[in-house]
């Protein structure tokens, strides 16, 4: 992105993360550095959480002042707590926000009190003085204006959708919907698996031993039970867990792409999941959970392919012959890439660096 955006680019970017504990292969990035902590795993006891937050927090605290970067970027609630204490410091930074993940207030009252606390310092130390802050929605958010009681600023609060790559929509083309094996329909899902919070039941009861029917399943879930009712179905594999680089690997061998969230809650229910836009530019009808009100923004019923929000609660009443029928119906090319919605934070960032370096050049 910043290559793209920016010719000369002589910017020094650092990143700091956690290490994944799912076996995924380490992402390294050009003209970066990359410093992964040990995250919080599952199965820890509260005490080492909490040790493990404090040492993650004091590390990146201290490499703040060590760099004394001038422009900042963090993700979500529990990444904050460095930046507030950086920014009592340094008053004249560029503070930019991301949140990927929807709270309210009333579930940050009830949940982890870090994280209560942490949002409570952001309201009062870091809102105010970010440039850019931003949700992955407008439904997301204008709750999050809302809730804040903030006065909406369309610079400074921005949708930021989370697309894939352009180069996974151009790196092969659609196999030919004549050409494709249509002995049996074949499903695919990408992600976490639950059975609370999905319609997984739903799914292997209509179509798990169904002739006509495969469907298979790419997540790092180590669940057992899961695992095990999965494979049970005659129709149903589990191939472990996929590199995000690999998912491109993937077009041409699948027809449906499923997104089986029940929307339990407003995070989900004011979502639009990555995986629709990646299924999509995989050239893969979604048959996406009705219950997720903000992905009826992104059906598309007149081409191909598709994108149909399904009642998987009534699973029996769909008509999947219907669905999947795309007589009449042209292919158009997801629009949906990731580069047409980080160009102009790039571009706010770069403007923001160039003014640094003037201010500097003249101080001199």
């Not at 894939?164 to 050409?179: A, F, G, T």
Request: glycine fraction near 2%; charge should be positive; charged fraction near 25%.
């Amino acid at each position: 992105m910043s290559n793209n955006v920016h010719p000369n680019n002589t910017t020094e970017i650092i990143l700091v993360t956690t290490k994944p504990n799912t076996g995924l292969r380490l992402v390294a990035l050009p003209n970066i550095q990359i410093i992964r902590y040990r995250g919080i795993e599952k199965g820890m006891s509260a005490f080492k959480k909490l040790t493990q937050y404090i040492y993650i927090y004091s590390a990146v605290i201290m490499k703040l002042f060590k760099y004394k970067p001038q422009s900042l970027f963090f993700y979500e609630t529990l990444s904050s707590f460095p930046f507030v204490v950086y920014s009592l410091f340094y008053k004249k930074i560029n503070l930019y926000i991301h949140y990927h993940e929807l709270f309210t207030i009333e579930q940050l009252k009830k949940g982890r009190p870090l994280h209560n606390f942490l949002n409570r310092l952001e309201k009062r130390y870091l809102y105010a003085k970010a440039k850019w802050i931003s949700e992955t929605n407008r439904y997301r958010m204008k709750i999050f204006i809302d809730q804040y009681h903030l006065n909406f600023d369309r610079v400074k609060h921005r949708i930021l959708p989370n697309y894939p790559p352009k180069k996974w929509i151009d790196q092969s083309k659609i196999v030919n919907v004549n050409q494709r094996d249509k002995s049996k329909i074949k499903l695919l899902h990408i992600g976490s698996l639950s059975f609370e919070t999905m319609y997984l039941n739903e799914v292997l009861k209509q179509y798990g031993n169904h002739e006509k029917f495969e469907i298979t399943f790419y997540s790092h879930l180590r669940d057992r039970i899961i695992i095990e009712k999965l494979t049970s179905y005659d129709n149903v594999t589990f191939k472990g867990s996929l590199n995000y680089d690999e998912i491109p690997n993937l077009k041409g061998l699948y027809d449906v792409g499923l997104v089986l969230y029940k929307g339990n809650s407003l995070n989900f229910t004011y979502n639009a999941p990555n995986k629709i836009f990646e299924y999509l530019a995989l050239d893969l009808d979604v048959w996406c959970s009705d219950k997720l009100v903000t992905s009826k923004d992104y059906e598309i019923r007149s081409s191909y392919p598709k994108m149909l929000m399904v009642d998987f609660e009534n699973l029996y009443r769909f008509n999947f012959q219907n669905a999947l029928d795309k007589d009449k119906l042209t292919y158009k090319e997801s629009p949906y890439y990731c580069e047409t919605v980080y160009e102009p934070l790039a571009a706010q960032m770069y403007s923001d660096f160039d003014l640094e370096a003037a201010t500097e050049r003249k101080s001199l």
